[in-house]
């Protein structure tokens, strides 16, 4: 038998429900085509809402789960699949398995991750890794230039800016807090992303006080995880805006990235020199999340060069 | 019958007359909204025009709608400058601070619409085709900071009118 968490309260239980013994097939074959989805249960805990589904055999002896054995792919008794930073067409069948079982009594939960993998799927993509990472966390020893904890376990795409620039929807849509969070989006009415907005409260004043707990509100953790993590900071233009940057990969080299407003991403100086911030004279702090962050904006402006 | 067979006649030919003219103001309608060219100081009183102050990397840009003064002095600044066949003076690209001026016009009786990249001198109009305008004196740049004057603090107007005139 094979039962399904979903994974996305903090306070309430999470629903759960039992595979049929054809669900349990399509499951399994599912794995078996990318053994790559199956990831450690304990993966993207400290993040606020959606966070993939947590699936438990707990008949070892099942014919279903002897078979995936016998396939070659290590399929662990609890695993998690489907968490935001992955591709999503799993997560939606999963999600369909729900629907009878737990429809009515947990219809806003279903609604919830519904939503966020609409979302997700629809617009908002990340930029995939690099080839030579793999989905499992991966021990590296990247020398980001500057201070900042160097995290053991980076994600660091193997950037193509053009992920970014390649068309005019994604370059005006998105802007530097975007480009930080490994968010992009494809909509303008719901482009450039402000932080705390998706936590429930954007930030007030132009402080760092004030810009550090709407990170925090956003789900942005004070240091590294125990998944790829990105890392990110930022720092303030006094009385005018905020800037972000995050640590990518360009041809083997881990660089800061940014993108200023509706301009195209590039590689940015060391934003810990104040030399490379111009008039962002102000630093913030560093934060860090598990592949992306989810975060949220009011629209693009009306006018992008 | 054959009273009737001639108004019938004319009755047709007239139908065809109306449809002929209703064709010929329709191509000529098209043929309007093919402008090639940045509109002339006598067009200028047709157009709308929101300026946009690209300065910013996470909050929006400063944004906002052009008097008809303003847009019939840009209008006529651009009319006096020199084309170039391709964009003279550098390009913001992704620098961090003050990029330029965007402002879009449109025609309120065609619709077209253009857009005017102006900065540090360099100017890239945009529409039905593509013209480069070299500034040297940046008095276009100047003329929309003092249409922003209103829309921005002190301080931003200040910062600007130092990058203009570097």
Same mark, same amino acid.
Not at chain 1, 25 to 30: A, D, G, I, P, S
Not at chain 1, 39 to 45: A, M
Not at chain 1, 275 to 284: L, Q, V
Not at chain 2, 10 to 32: D, E, N, P, R
């Given at each position: 038998?094979?039962?399904?968490?979903?994974?996305?309260?903090?306070?309430?239980?999470?629903?759960?429900?039992?595979?049929?013994?054809?669900?349990?097939?399509?499951?399994?074959?599912?794995?078996?085509?990318?053994?790559?989805?199956?990831?450690?249960?304990?993966?993207?805990?400290?993040?606020?809402?959606?966070?993939?589904?947590?699936?438990?055999?707990?008949?070892?002896?099942?014919?279903?789960?002897?078979?995936?054995?016998?396939?070659?792919?290590?399929?662990?008794?609890?695993?998690?699949?489907?968490?935001?930073?992955?591709?999503?067409?799993?997560?939606?069948?999963?999600?369909?398995?729900?629907?009878?079982?737990?429809?009515?009594?947990?219809?806003?939960?279903?609604?919830?991750?519904?939503?966020?993998?609409?979302?997700?799927?629809?617009?908002?993509?990340?930029?995939?890794?690099?080839?030579?990472?793999?989905?499992?966390?991966?021990?590296?020893?990247?020398?980001?230039?500057?201070?900042?904890?160097?995290?053991?376990?980076?994600?660091?795409?193997?950037?193509?800016?053009?992920?970014?620039?390649?068309?005019?929807?994604?370059?005006?849509?998105?802007?530097?807090?975007?480009?930080?969070?490994?968010?992009?989006?494809?909509?303008?009415?719901?482009?450039?992303?402000?932080?705390?907005?998706?936590?429930?409260?954007?930030?007030?004043?132009?402080?760092?006080?004030?810009?550090?707990?709407?990170?925090?509100?956003?789900?942005?953790?004070?240091?590294?995880?125990?998944?790829?993590?990105?890392?990110?900071?930022?720092?303030?233009?006094?009385?005018?805006?905020?800037?972000?940057?995050?640590?990518?990969?360009?041809?083997?080299?881990?660089?800061?990235?940014?993108?200023?407003?509706?301009?195209?991403?590039?590689?940015?100086?060391?934003?810990?020199?104040?030399?490379?911030?111009?008039?962002?004279?102000?630093?913030?702090?560093?934060?860090?999340?598990?592949?992306?962050?989810?975060?949220?904006?009011?629209?693009?402006?009306?006018?992008?060069? | 019958?054959?009273?009737?067979?001639?108004?019938?006649?004319?009755?047709?030919?007239?139908?065809?007359?109306?449809?002929?003219?209703?064709?010929?103001?329709?191509?000529?309608?098209?043929?309007?909204?093919?402008?090639?060219?940045?509109?002339?100081?006598?067009?200028?009183?047709?157009?709308?025009?929101?300026?946009?102050?690209?300065?910013?990397?996470?909050?929006?840009?400063?944004?906002?709608?052009?008097?008809?003064?303003?847009?019939?002095?840009?209008?006529?600044?651009?009319?006096?400058?020199?084309?170039?066949?391709?964009?003279?003076?550098?390009?913001?690209?992704?620098?961090?601070? $003050?990029?330029?001026?965007?402002?879009?016009?449109?025609?309120?009786?065609?619709?077209?619409?253009?857009?005017?990249?102006? $900065?540090?001198?360099?100017?890239?109009?945009?529409?039905?085709?593509?013209?480069?305008?070299?500034?040297?004196?940046?008095?276009?740049?100047?003329?929309?900071?003092?249409?922003?004057?209103?829309?921005?603090?002190?301080?931003? $107007?200040?910062?600007?009118?130092?990058?203009?005139?570097?």
């Amino acid at each position: 038998m094979f039962s399904v968490e979903l994974d996305i309260f903090s306070g309430r239980p999470n629903p759960r429900w039992i595979l049929s013994e054809a669900e349990e097939k399509e499951l399994v074959n599912r794995i078996l085509a990318d053994p790559a989805s199956i990831l450690p249960d304990t993966l993207g805990q400290a993040r606020l809402g959606y966070r993939g589904f947590i699936v438990r055999v707990h008949d070892s002896q099942s014919a279903t789960y002897q078979g995936a054995l016998k396939s070659g792919v290590q399929v662990p008794l609890i695993f998690r699949i489907g968490t935001p930073a992955q591709a999503l067409e799993g997560a939606h069948w999963l999600l369909s398995t729900a629907e009878k079982s737990i429809g009515k009594t947990d219809a806003t939960a279903l609604e919830a991750a519904e939503a966020e993998l609409a979302r997700a799927e629809d617009s908002a993509l990340v930029q995939p890794p690099d080839p030579s990472q793999p989905g499992v966390p991966q021990p590296s020893t990247p020398q980001p230039r500057g201070a900042g904890q160097c995290c053991l376990y980076n994600y660091l795409t193997g950037t193509d800016y053009g992920f970014w620039n390649s068309n005019w929807t994604y370059q005006h849509a998105n802007n530097c807090y975007n480009f930080a969070a490994n968010y992009r989006v494809g909509d303008l009415n719901v482009g450039f992303a402000q932080p705390g907005l998706q936590g429930g409260q954007v930030f007030g004043s132009l402080t760092v006080a004030e810009l550090s707990a709407a990170c925090r509100r956003d789900g942005w953790s004070d240091g590294c995880l125990s998944e790829p993590t990105i890392m990110v900071c930022y720092a303030i233009w006094p009385g005018q805006d905020y800037h972000f940057w995050r640590v990518v990969a360009i041809s083997g080299s881990n660089v800061w990235g940014n993108k200023p407003g509706c301009n195209p991403a590039a590689t940015s100086g060391d934003p810990s020199n104040p030399a490379n911030r111009g008039n962002y004279t102000t630093f913030g702090e560093y934060f860090y999340a598990p592949g992306s962050r989810v975060v949220q904006g009011y629209g693009t402006p009306p006018i992008c060069r | 019958m054959r009273e009737s067979l001639v108004g019938k006649s004319a009755l047709g030919l007239f139908i065809v007359a109306l449809f002929m003219l209703a064709i010929w103001s329709l191509v000529k309608k098209g043929a309007a909204r093919q402008v090639t060219t940045m509109p002339s100081v006598q067009g200028a009183a047709n157009l709308k025009g929101i300026a946009s102050l690209d300065v910013f990397s996470g909050r929006p840009n400063p944004t906002w709608e052009l008097s008809d003064t303003t847009i019939t002095a840009l209008v006529t600044e651009l009319d006096q400058l020199k084309t170039t066949p391709s964009l003279e003076g550098p390009d913001p690209d992704s620098r961090l601070g $003050y990029r330029g001026f965007v402002v879009e016009l449109t025609d309120q009786t065609s619709g077209a619409t253009r857009q005017v990249a102006i $900065y540090l001198g360099g100017i890239v109009e945009t529409g039905m085709q593509t013209t480069f305008y070299v500034d040297p004196d940046r008095k276009t740049e100047k003329l929309l900071l003092e249409s922003a004057h209103p829309h921005i603090d002190s301080s931003l $107007y200040t910062y600007v009118e130092a990058e203009i005139n570097q």
